[in-house]
């Protein structure tokens, strides 16, 4: 069977209906040959959530700066809420499904960003142990994986770009594919921009093409294949007939880079 690792993100997470398209479709994967792995985000729900504790959030380059206070807000909408929801959504669909954290296993092994500025609670993983992966693939359960990582014996708040991006990596995943609100790589004009490599990236980045939340997105990528992935999908949804297509290489709606 052939591996992938999908990552869902944006609104999509929380639109009712799309979610259910789209976890219906995660659910086929393994009757079609593929062991998946769904790592998620949840930014729509920390934000409600962190309303709670009437703190702005704030954002440096695309991360979210996290006070110890948010840093409890975010492990529980992720780990909690947004983990669990996914695999019930999974099971409902015949799908048998685990959730899980970084933490769990050390799955993601994290030391405390320190380049550019100080984001507070926020990692950057150095080591990655799939074993607790490969092992849920091979008693026939799909893992649903919360970013939340683990060092020096606390939580590490973690881009869930970057943690399913060293997950692909560490899996040797056949798919790598980062699923959102947004279609792809957009260019000046709006545009979705089919194809993309290394230098195209950083020139686009230069110009203000690329901007936001999209900037890790794609830096994560492009490191991920100078390790060795061969073809990254950062895609919009549509329905499930394209989506299942483009795990295939049947089309491509989105951007590809390799």
């Given at each position: 069977?052939?591996?992938?690792?999908?990552?869902?993100?944006?609104?999509?997470?929380?639109?009712?209906?799309?979610?259910?398209?789209?976890?219906?479709?995660?659910?086929?994967?393994?009757?079609?040959?593929?062991?998946?792995?769904?790592?998620?985000?949840?930014?729509?729900?920390?934000?409600?959530?962190?309303?709670?504790?009437?703190?702005?959030?704030?954002?440096?380059?695309?991360?979210?700066?996290?006070?110890?206070?948010?840093?409890?807000?975010?492990?529980?909408?992720?780990?909690?809420?947004?983990?669990?929801?996914?695999?019930?959504?999974?099971?409902?669909?015949?799908?048998?499904?685990?959730?899980?954290?970084?933490?769990?296993?050390?799955?993601?092994?994290?030391?405390?960003?320190?380049?550019?500025?100080?984001?507070?609670?926020?990692?950057?993983?150095?080591?990655?142990?799939?074993?607790?992966?490969?092992?849920?693939?091979?008693?026939?359960?799909?893992?649903?994986?919360?970013?939340?990582?683990?060092?020096?014996?606390?939580?590490?708040?973690?881009?869930?770009?970057?943690?399913?991006?060293?997950?692909?990596?560490?899996?040797k995943a056949e798919k790598f594919l980062l699923v959102s609100d947004v279609p792809g790589v957009l260019d000046k004009q709006k545009n979705v921009i089919s194809n993309l490599?290394?230098?195209?990236?950083?020139?686009?980045?230069?110009?203000?093409?690329?901007?936001?939340?999209?900037?890790?997105?794609?830096?994560?990528?492009?490191?991920?294949?100078?390790?060795?992935?061969?073809?990254?999908?950062?895609?919009?949804?549509?329905?499930?007939?394209?989506?299942?297509?483009?795990?295939?290489?049947?089309?491509?709606?989105?951007?590809?880079?390799?």
């Amino acid at each position: 069977m052939k591996t992938v690792v999908v990552k869902i993100g944006g609104s999509l997470a929380i639109d009712e209906a799309k979610l259910l398209d789209f976890i219906h479709s995660i659910a086929k994967l393994p009757a079609l040959g593929y062991k998946v792995a769904l790592v998620h985000g949840g930014g729509k729900d920390i934000n409600e959530n962190i309303a709670l504790l009437s703190e702005e959030p704030q954002f440096i380059e695309g991360l979210r700066v996290t006070t110890p206070n948010i840093m409890k807000m975010v492990e529980m909408t992720l780990s909690g809420y947004v983990n669990k929801k996914l695999v019930r959504m999974l099971e409902n669909e015949g799908c048998p499904a685990v959730g899980i954290s970084g933490i769990d296993g050390k799955l993601f092994e994290a030391k405390k960003r320190e380049s550019g500025a100080d984001l507070g609670c926020v990692g950057n993983i150095c080591n990655v142990n799939p074993k607790l992966v490969t092992d849920l693939w091979n008693a026939g359960w799909a893992p649903v994986v919360s970013p939340i990582s683990i060092g020096s014996g606390v939580a590490w708040n973690v881009n869930a770009d970057t943690a399913a991006s060293e997950l692909a990596v560490a899996l040797k995943a056949e798919k790598f594919l980062l699923v959102s609100d947004v279609p792809g790589v957009l260019d000046k004009q709006k545009n979705v921009i089919s194809n993309l490599d290394e230098q195209k990236v950083e020139s686009l980045i230069a110009d203000e093409t690329i901007c936001g939340g999209m900037i890790p997105k794609v830096r994560e990528s492009v490191k991920a294949l100078r390790r060795g992935l061969k073809q990254i999908h950062i895609l919009g949804w549509k329905n499930s007939e394209h989506f299942v297509k483009q795990i295939n290489g049947e089309i491509n709606y989105g951007t590809i880079l390799e």
